[in-house]
């Protein structure tokens, strides 16, 4: 399946906000399990969890330390059996587009990806990242109170960071420039970017991957960013964080979050509207300016990130998941629920590897064992 006007992630933020308004009094199914459910936990045996830490927490050294990593992953040979997987870094790009609409505005949204992040972490570790150490995150509120904040954040630091912008292209959704590819179904005034990435260690960085869902070895694409710091700051900032730490329920939780707020406005803040190449999906997509590694990596530790923040506040929540088990199905019209017995895979080929739900709904049960530095 392929989306020649918009793309996956435009799609995904067109449903988005035509149901936005209705949200917060959105009807949806029961979760699949109650008050009492934190007590079903596997046992763990987790009793030296690593640390993910927040980016600018990091000393120096242990910056340096990931971006080498992720340059190895760079370098090593790729195992999916597709055409555009050139080395090990992309294998997890791919899955992840090829997994798009089973992973995406669905219950196992955050499950899925925190098993992902699991196994990113453990090739990382292959190559010379800290064992006590996860994979970084991103508190983007601490860079939205101003535009400027964005653009100079430690995170897109252009020697011990991502690098900075792309390039400026003009144009817009209403007005696109000649050869754009558009990614927002909306204009995004405040869009800063859409070209290259001009500096930093993933500078001249290209991917095969894309545009859009493409897996095929069409042609090689640059990496590009373009931040929308305003977009990122209405959709995602702290009054976000904020509503999102008040949802009652996992059902409410992932529709809004992963369809709403903080997922939709992530992506729109960090995107914009131009991509000439892009993965399928949200801040984490298959390619493009997530093959800077930060945004990929990090994309999916800001998640977990903020997901464990809202489990924490209430035992009843570690356990409680619901939602539907198709793209974008809430009013269950196609299939039923996801539960804890739901299988959750991911990697291509004979790099396949399954869990259940259950087993990645507690950091430091079943198959995970970490911590974060700070929680909301």
């Not at 949204?109 to 925190?114: A, S």
Request: charged share 20%.
């Amino acid at each position: 399946m392929e989306f020649h006007a918009f793309g996956f992630y435009a799609l995904a933020l067109l449903l988005a906000t035509a149901v936005l308004p209705n949200l917060s009094l959105a009807v949806t199914t029961p979760s699949s399990c109650g008050a009492g459910a934190a007590a079903v936990g596997i046992d763990s045996t987790c009793t030296k969890p690593y640390v993910r830490k927040e980016w600018r927490r990091l000393t120096m050294d242990e910056r340096y330390s990931y971006i080498d990593a992720v340059k190895c992953m760079m370098a090593k040979p790729g195992v999916a059996p597709l055409d555009a997987v050139t080395n090990r870094f992309e294998d997890f790009l791919a899955t992840h587009i090829v997994q798009a609409f089973d992973s995406h505005f669905v219950g196992i949204f955050y499950p899925y990806h925190r098993f992902l992040l699991s196994r990113y972490e453990q090739e990382l570790w292959e190559c010379g990242w800290s064992r006590g150490l996860g994979q970084p995150y991103w508190d983007w509120t601490l860079d939205v109170e101003h535009d400027d904040d964005l653009l100079n954040s430690p995170v897109f630091d252009t020697e011990t960071g991502f690098g900075g912008n792309g390039g400026w292209i003009g144009g817009n959704f209403t007005h696109p420039a000649p050869g754009m590819i558009v990614q927002s179904p909306q204009d995004v005034p405040d869009r800063t970017g859409g070209g290259c990435l001009q500096n930093g260690p993933f500078a001249d960085l290209s991917t095969f991957l894309g545009p859009h869902n493409n897996t095929d070895k069409k042609g090689r694409n640059c990496v590009r960013r373009d931040m929308a710091p305003a977009s990122l700051r209405n959709m995602s900032g702290p009054a976000r964080v904020a509503e999102a730490m008040r949802l009652p329920d996992y059902g409410h939780w992932e529709r809004v979050t992963d369809g709403a707020t903080l997922h939709p406005g992530r992506a729109l803040g960090r995107r914009g509207v131009v991509r000439d190449h892009d993965g399928p999906v949200g801040v984490a997509g298959g390619s493009g300016v997530l093959a800077a590694s930060f945004e990929f990596g990090s994309g999916l530790s800001d998640y977990s990130y903020i997901r464990w923040s809202w489990q924490n506040r209430d035992a009843a929540r570690i356990y409680d998941i619901s939602g539907p088990l198709v793209f974008f199905d809430y009013a269950n019209k196609a299939a039923g629920n996801v539960t804890l017995e739901s299988t959750v895979w991911n990697g291509l080929g004979d790099y396949r590897k399954e869990t259940t739900v259950e087993r990645v709904m507690h950091v430091q049960r079943g198959d995970l064992c970490y911590t974060f530095d700070e929680l909301y």
